[in-house]
């Protein structure tokens, strides 16, 4: 079995909204909306890849105090197992733009099952949910 751990984070706007990006059509689960966020590169901690990953997409900066853990994902695709933390995040440097040609949406915890999102974070949504409201 490959264990897979990638970063995510939930970045939280003044209306309780969360950012959600969609993922480029040639890349694996294409198409898809997911939390902005990635792979660990080799001897990286999980808040620097985060914060590394935050400022290559959305072009944000974000302090490592800023970062709380929210919950995690833990999930059996085909190829790997993914193991997802969540991070929550109110405050940042910079207005999130489209580095990488995702497109980009702030949307409520409720709306999030409105917009396609990998199977490995459909059970996120609940603890967004309590957290932020409907
Ligand atoms: N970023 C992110 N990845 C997710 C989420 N849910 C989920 O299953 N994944 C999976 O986690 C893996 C991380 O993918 P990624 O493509 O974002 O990794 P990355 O930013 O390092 O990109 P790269 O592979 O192009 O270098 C993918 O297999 C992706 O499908 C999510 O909400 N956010
Ligand atoms: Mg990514």
């Given at each position: 079995m490959?264990?897979l751990?990638?970063?995510?984070?939930?970045?939280v706007?003044?209306?309780s909204?969360?950012?959600?990006?969609?993922?480029p059509?040639?890349?694996?689960?294409?198409?898809?909306w997911?939390?902005?966020?990635?792979?660990?590169?080799?001897?990286?901690?999980?808040?620097?890849?985060l914060?590394?990953?935050?400022?290559?997409?959305?072009g944000?900066?974000?302090?490592e105090?800023?970062?709380?853990?929210?919950?995690?994902?833990?999930?059996?695709?085909?190829?790997?197992?993914?193991?997802m933390?969540?991070?929550?995040?109110?405050?940042?440097?910079?207005?999130?733009?489209?580095?990488?040609?995702q497109?980009?949406?702030?949307?409520?915890?409720?709306?999030?099952?409105?917009y396609?999102?990998p199977?490995?974070?459909e059970?996120?949504?609940?603890?967004?949910?309590?957290?932020?409201?409907?």
């Amino acid at each position: 079995m490959h264990l897979l751990l990638v970063v995510a984070v939930a970045l939280v706007d003044a209306d309780s909204r969360v950012l959600i990006a969609q993922r480029p059509v040639h890349k694996a689960l294409g198409g898809l909306w997911e939390f902005p966020g990635g792979k660990l590169e080799s001897g990286e901690r999980p808040e620097q890849a985060l914060i590394r990953e935050l400022d290559e997409e959305l072009g944000i900066a974000v302090q490592e105090a800023c970062l709380a853990p929210l919950t995690f994902a833990s999930y059996g695709y085909p190829d790997m197992h993914l193991l997802m933390p969540l991070y929550i995040c109110r405050r940042w440097e910079g207005q999130p733009q489209s580095r990488e040609g995702q497109a980009l949406k702030w949307v409520r915890p409720r709306a999030l099952r409105d917009y396609p999102m990998p199977p490995a974070d459909e059970p996120l949504i609940p603890a967004l949910i309590d957290l932020l409201g409907p």
